[in-house]
């Protein structure tokens, strides 16, 4: 287990606002984090800066085992070098199967050595299977993604994610109109995603936290508050005063 993404220093502001503060932030690969915190501690603006939707004012972002750094590369190249992103609203192809989703997931690999991976091992047939089978979606390749339920839609378009085989996988607020049942599911394939990505989750419902069974990070006014096990982090009195005590 090593290190993958590296975040020191880190500063944005919007308008003078301090959105991040002198954010330093560490994930290995393969490790599953979450990160926790009140709304506008700059959780979802750490996302964008990792994904180089916002570019900081300050500090450094490296990845990967040749410390190449995220910061002047576009969105794209971004994504290229493997850094996947799941959105709160799931952007499927309503009109297409489960099938042609994943499919046309997997026509545009993020990069040659993946193109080479997974054409000398497996089939399309067989990779777009096994991947339905990673977000429990075997029985429902034929249907219209439409006709899915939203935890359902979550679900395909993070194994659309997975069919680009990224290292690290970024999730913004996935539990957000589930049911508790799709909660449970969820959790699930990300803690399986967990096993050989490093996954960032940002999340507010404590059971699915406590679930993902990972190390926490508390996020407050763009600096981290606290780190650790998530029995850590609740017991600390700066965590429950500015989070849990509201
Ligand atoms: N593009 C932007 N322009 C101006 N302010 C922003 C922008 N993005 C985020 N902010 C502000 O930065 C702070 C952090 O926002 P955000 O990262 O969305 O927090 P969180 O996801 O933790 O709720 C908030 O005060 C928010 O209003
Ligand atoms: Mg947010």
């Given at each position: 287990m090593s290190t993958l993404l590296e975040m020191s220093g880190v500063s944005v502001s919007f308008d003078g606002f301090k959105a991040i503060n002198n954010l330093s932030f560490q994930i290995a690969e393969p490790e599953m984090r979450a990160i926790i915190g009140?709304?506008?501690?700059?959780k979802t603006t750490f996302m964008d800066i990792i994904t180089g939707k916002t570019k900081p004012d300050e500090g450094r972002v490296i990845f990967g085992e040749k410390s190449i750094s995220l910061l002047g590369m576009s969105e794209s190249k971004i994504a290229k070098v493997g850094v996947g992103r799941k959105f709160q609203k799931p952007t499927v192809f309503e009109a297409?199967?489960?099938?042609e989703n994943f499919a046309l997931a997997l026509k545009n690999p993020r990069g040659p050595f993946d193109v080479l991976r997974?054409?000398?091992?497996k089939n399309g047939a067989q990779r777009i299977e096994e991947l339905a089978e990673r977000v429990g979606l075997i029985d429902e390749l034929p249907r219209l993604s439409g006709e899915l339920s939203h935890g359902q839609k979550q679900w395909l378009e993070i194994g659309m994610l997975l069919a680009q085989s990224p290292r690290l996988l970024l999730v913004d607020e996935p539990a957000a109109g589930m049911t508790p049942a799709e909660r449970e599911k969820t959790t699930d394939i990300l803690v399986n995603a967990a096993k050989t990505h490093a996954v960032v989750v940002v999340e507010h419902d404590m059971e699915f936290?406590?679930?993902?069974n990972c190390k926490v990070t508390v996020l407050n006014e763009g600096s981290v508050l606290a780190e650790g096990t998530l029995d850590h982090v609740t017991q600390n009195p700066e965590v429950i005063d500015v989070y849990l005590g509201r």
């Open positions: 009140p709304n506008g501690a700059g297409q199967t489960v099938r997974h054409r000398k091992t936290v406590r679930r993902l």
